[in-house]
């Protein structure tokens, strides 16, 4: 049985809207976190000119594969290991990364690592684009926002909902200009940022 997620199929419309935008000039996509695999193949369906590298921890690559096999489709890859831990990746450079509901998974070490392999991976004016929610000026942007952040953080205290203002930060370290930051459904944004161009 293939894995479902629920909040999978609410956003993956107003998110693939962002993506087509963001992505109209890219042509192969790491994407760091896949999940239950449901965002990879609705993705690499609707935008067809793109070739979509899945990625996540071992234990969830039987389910990604479940949703990549019953999709027939080409452009679409099996999972590889993005263990931000992990010093090397079975991949080379991308021209664009994506990731959803990740930063406030891992721990903030890790987010910082993240943004590390990111700025390694991308190729120059490369895109990264990032889903999820996130707190501005230290404050949460709703109480449902508040709510989640206490379950994150009392199931793990290294966990929580990232400030903006401090995610903006580490993107700048690695050389990623903020290109949009835009409102999503349910107290989310969607954030894009380009790795600026090397002279």
Same mark, same amino acid.
């Given at each position: 049985?293939?894995?479902?997620?629920?909040?999978? /199929? &609410? +956003?993956?419309? !107003? #998110?693939?809207?962002? %993506?087509?935008?963001? =992505?109209?000039?890219?042509?192969?996509?790491?994407?760091?976190?896949?999940?239950?695999?449901?965002?990879?193949?609705? =993705?690499?369906?609707?935008? !067809?000119? %793109?070739?979509?590298?899945?990625?996540? %921890?071992?234990? +969830?690559?039987?389910?990604?594969? @479940?949703?990549?096999?019953?999709?027939?489709? /080409? +452009?679409?890859?099996? !999972?590889?290991?993005? &263990?931000?831990?992990?010093?090397?990746?079975? #991949?080379?450079? $991308? *021209?664009?990364?994506?990731? @959803? &509901?990740?930063?406030?998974? #891992?721990?903030?070490?890790?987010?910082?690592?993240?943004?590390?392999?990111? @700025?390694? %991976?991308? *190729?120059? /004016?490369?895109?990264?684009?990032?889903?999820?929610? =996130? +707190?501005?000026?230290?404050?949460?942007?709703?109480?449902? &926002?508040?709510?989640? *952040?206490?379950?994150?953080?009392?199931?793990?205290?290294?966990?929580?909902?990232?400030?903006?203002?401090? $995610? /903006?930060?580490?993107?700048?370290?690695?050389?990623?200009?903020?290109?949009?930051?835009?409102?999503?459904? @349910?107290?989310?944004?969607?954030l894009v940022w380009k790795k600026i161009k090397e002279c």
């Amino acid at each position: 049985m293939k894995p479902y997620s629920q909040a999978c /199929e &609410n +956003n993956k419309e !107003p #998110i693939l809207q962002i %993506l087509r935008s963001a =992505f109209s000039h890219s042509r192969k996509v790491l994407e760091i976190g896949s999940g239950t695999g449901q965002h990879s193949v609705h =993705f690499a369906k609707h935008l !067809p000119h %793109l070739i979509w590298q899945t990625g996540d %921890l071992v234990e +969830n690559h039987s389910g990604i594969k @479940a949703w990549i096999s019953e999709s027939h489709l /080409e +452009n679409v890859l099996s !999972p590889i290991v993005t &263990n931000v831990n992990l010093k090397d990746w079975e #991949i080379d450079a $991308v *021209d664009s990364v994506f990731t @959803a &509901n990740t930063l406030h998974i #891992i721990s903030w070490l890790e987010v910082e690592k993240l943004f590390e392999k990111v @700025a390694t %991976l991308l *190729d120059s /004016e490369g895109v990264l684009c990032v889903y999820g929610p =996130f +707190n501005y000026d230290g404050a949460y942007t709703s109480s449902s &926002n508040a709510s989640f *952040d206490e379950h994150l953080r009392t199931r793990d205290p290294l966990s929580g909902i990232r400030d903006f203002e401090a $995610v /903006e930060a580490l993107a700048q370290a690695q050389g990623l200009l903020l290109q949009d930051d835009h409102p999503m459904p @349910a107290n989310n944004r969607c954030l894009v940022w380009k790795k600026i161009k090397e002279c």
